[in-house]
């Protein structure tokens, strides 16, 4: 859909933000609004905490709107704090967190609530400048305003309020403000929902990735084999001629279930790479990015040294989550939170990589996890881990079929990746033109409201 152009345009005043219409008016935000900010009571008095009043942080600006925090302070929280009661159809701004090296969260809350230090709450004066207006504005132009906004320098921590303060806006008048809100909040919504039904299209996918490995590691291939109680509650039953057996059993002679460098020391160019619970996040090892110890920490940790072809699995955090060692990091060591698993010539590290990652041996994980913070496992409970032992050449089969119908449903959900990504962009795109002047939408909400000709049968 293609969208005109206003007749006439003015300089902004702004390099980053270019030519407007040339009826808009700018205005300084100072000028126009009233700022908030928030504090947290003390964690050390239960009587502040668990009351009626939403205490909103960063954790809670997962969406355009807040209804609702997670946390939820009492009258005397409040008052003993820096923060204060904030009126619903606020704009909700994160000006500090971890997140601001991304995005700026911006909201618009839609009931009373209170804020914590990382929050900022920005009061605008209606008749000059709708919420939903501002809103949009930050929406369409976040990269640019995070720029703008914060401290010059490498990564972005904060948002400084003198330079937020001091921001331009080029405003329309109030009904081109209400229309350009509305024709985003209709082209919005469609686009939200295509977004859905492909967020919607991963999760069925990643469903039967995950039904599909569970059934082929517990069950076999083949639906007409005589079945046996494993004596193992969290698989139960499981083909007649599969063996149940321990992780420990089936390692290569010689090498033990292990985790590796307690004190890996500081980061030594040209050093040995270890693999930290952190480098698995994926489906693979990555290629790069690995922090290196010196040869001589390593050598004092050679029962950790992994070939290709191992197994890493994380006994912490991801607890019994495998990745397969690739060649380019053979010969190189792990951390404490993560452990090597060396397949015996009767098992395959690819049929095992299956086995771990599937639901019945997943749950079991997160059933013996244990820790308040993060999870672990223990290493005697890794190695006496109870696994399925099929015929050598069944694991073949079984490990071949999952490589081939996995990278199918893997491409599918790529590409269904790649999909919202062009739309995210499309509708951040649309906000951006749509809150700058770069298009005329006045005349869509019109003929969009309009009501049609009756015609008489």
Excluded at 66 to 84: F, H, K, N, W
Excluded at 127 to 133: D, G, I, Q
Excluded at 188 to 210: C, P, Y
Excluded at 385 to 414: G, H
Aim: glycine fraction near 8%.
């Amino acid at each position: 859909m293609s969208f005109p152009r206003y007749e006439s345009y003015r300089h902004s005043g702004s390099d980053w933000l270019g030519d407007v219409p040339a009826h808009w008016r700018s205005r300084r935000l100072k000028q126009i609004a009233t700022f908030t900010g928030g504090g947290t009571p003390s964690r050390e008095n239960l009587a502040f905490w668990n009351g009626d009043i939403p205490w909103v942080s960063p954790k809670d600006m997962k969406g355009e709107e807040v209804l609702q925090s997670e946390e939820c302070i009492t009258v005397s929280g409040l008052q003993s704090s820096a923060t204060e009661i904030v009126p619903s159809g606020t704009v909700l701004l994160v000006v500090r967190s971890g997140i601001l090296k991304h995005t700026i969260p911006v909201a618009i809350n839609r009931v009373p609530v209170a804020l914590n230090q990382d929050m900022k709450a920005i009061r605008l004066s209606e008749e000059v400048c709708l919420s939903s207006f501002f809103q949009r504005w930050v929406q369409g132009l976040n990269d640019s305003l995070l720029l703008e906004w914060s401290k010059q320098g490498a990564t972005v921590d904060s948002i400084e309020h003198a330079y937020l303060a001091a921001t331009s806006i080029p405003l329309p008048p109030l009904p081109e403000q209400e229309a350009i809100c509305d024709f985003l909040d209709h082209e919005t919504d469609k686009i939200d929902a295509l977004i859905e039904g492909q967020s919607r299209l991963i999760e069925l996918l990643q469903e039967k990735r995950q039904a599909l490995i569970s059934q082929a590691v517990t069950k076999g291939l083949n639906s007409n084999v005589r079945m046996k109680s494993s004596g193992v509650d969290w698989l139960g039953e499981v083909p007649e001629h599969w063996e149940v057996t321990q992780l420990r059993r089936v390692a290569r002679e010689g090498t033990s279930i292990t985790y590796g460098i307690v004190q890996a020391g500081p980061d030594i160019e040209g050093g040995i790479p270890y693999i930290r619970a952190s480098d698995m996040a994926g489906d693979q090892l990555p290629s790069d990015g690995y922090l290196r110890t010196s040869p001589e920490i390593d050598a004092a940790y050679a029962r950790s040294k992994v070939s290709a072809g191992d197994l890493v699995i994380a006994i912490r955090a991801t607890i019994g989550k495998p990745l397969i060692i690739p060649s380019f990091l053979d010969g190189a060591n792990l951390t404490q939170g993560t452990a090597k698993f060396s397949p015996g010539p009767s098992v395959l590290a690819e049929f095992f990589f299956y086995f771990l990652r599937s639901s019945p041996a997943m749950g079991q994980f997160e059933r013996l996890g244990k820790g308040a913070t993060f999870k672990e496992i223990t290493l005697e409970m890794l190695r006496k881990f109870q696994v399925l032992r099929p015929p050598l050449d069944e694991q073949r089969q079984i490990a071949d079929l999952l490589n081939s119908k996995t990278a199918q449903l893997d491409r599918l959900i790529s590409e269904a990746e790649r999909a919202i990504a062009l739309l995210q962009e499309r509708r951040v795109g649309l906000i951006s033109a749509a809150v700058t002047g770069k298009i005329d939408v006045r005349g869509f909400v019109k003929a969009a409201t309009a009501v049609p000709d009756v015609v008489a049968a």
